[in-house]
């Protein structure tokens, strides 16, 4: 079966996660399905077992060459999925040599998006979201930095979608607005 797939990006904290969920029970309703799955699970489920790392926010401090393997496993594994595929994902990935492209050339090639998906909203609103988050180890940064690294995934999504012809939508998470941003991810994934 031919189904789209789709690219959900966002910095950490941002809500990705959230705003999915919620766009999928909406689209569920109207019988419209998506298999929804996150990338870094595929990467951290190799990364696991090959004992690498313990928890998947180490993941970012991986070894370059490292994190470079894991993705092109887990394209090659999520490219083998059919239907309508949303992928919960990083447009860049915050590592200690860099930011590191999430959507690599070898990874566009194996997944060939119809769209991607920056979800964004105010700088101080992700901060407070990543203090407020006790289950995971968020990079402890300020809101400016916020701001540059959701700067940056603009950036590198213009060219992800030089490379392969994707659409790019934008959709704003804001605080007390979960249902808004939810409606307008289901929108696109129509
Ligand atoms: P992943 O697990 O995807 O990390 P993440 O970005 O931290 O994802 P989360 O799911 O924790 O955050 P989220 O933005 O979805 O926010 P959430 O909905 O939880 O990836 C893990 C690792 O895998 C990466 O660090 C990387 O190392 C690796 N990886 C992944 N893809 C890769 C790639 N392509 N290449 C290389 N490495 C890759 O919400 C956060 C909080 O905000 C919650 O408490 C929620 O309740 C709250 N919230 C959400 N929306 C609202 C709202 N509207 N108002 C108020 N609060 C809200």
Not at 78 to 97: C, E, F, P, R, W
Not at 141 to 169: D, P, W
């Amino acid at each position: 079966m031919v189904g789209k797939k789709v690219i959900i990006t966002g910095v950490p904290g941002v809500g990705k996660t959230t705003v999915v969920n919620e766009a999928l029970k909406k689209l569920k309703q109207e019988g419209i399905e998506y298999q929804a799955i996150n990338f870094g699970t595929f990467m951290f489920d190799v990364a696991k077992t090959e004992n690498i790392v313990q928890d998947r926010d180490q993941m970012r401090t991986m070894d370059r060459t490292v994190q470079k393997r894991l993705q092109q496993h887990a394209a090659q594994a999520i490219a083998k999925i059919s239907g309508n595929v949303l992928i919960d994902t990083h447009a860049s990935v915050k590592t200690l040599k860099g930011y590191l492209p999430g959507l690599p050339e070898w990874v566009l090639r194996e997944i060939m998006p119809d769209l991607i998906v920056l979800v964004e909203t105010d700088d101080d609103q992700i901060l407070i979201r990543r203090l407020s988050d006790e289950t995971r180890s968020r990079d402890k940064e300020g809101s400016k930095v916020i701001g540059e690294h959701q700067q940056f995934n603009r950036a590198i999504a213009a060219s992800y979608a030089m490379l392969t012809g994707c659409t790019i939508k934008i959709v704003t998470n804001a605080d007390f607005l979960l249902d808004r941003a939810a409606d307008d991810m289901a929108a696109v994934l129509r």
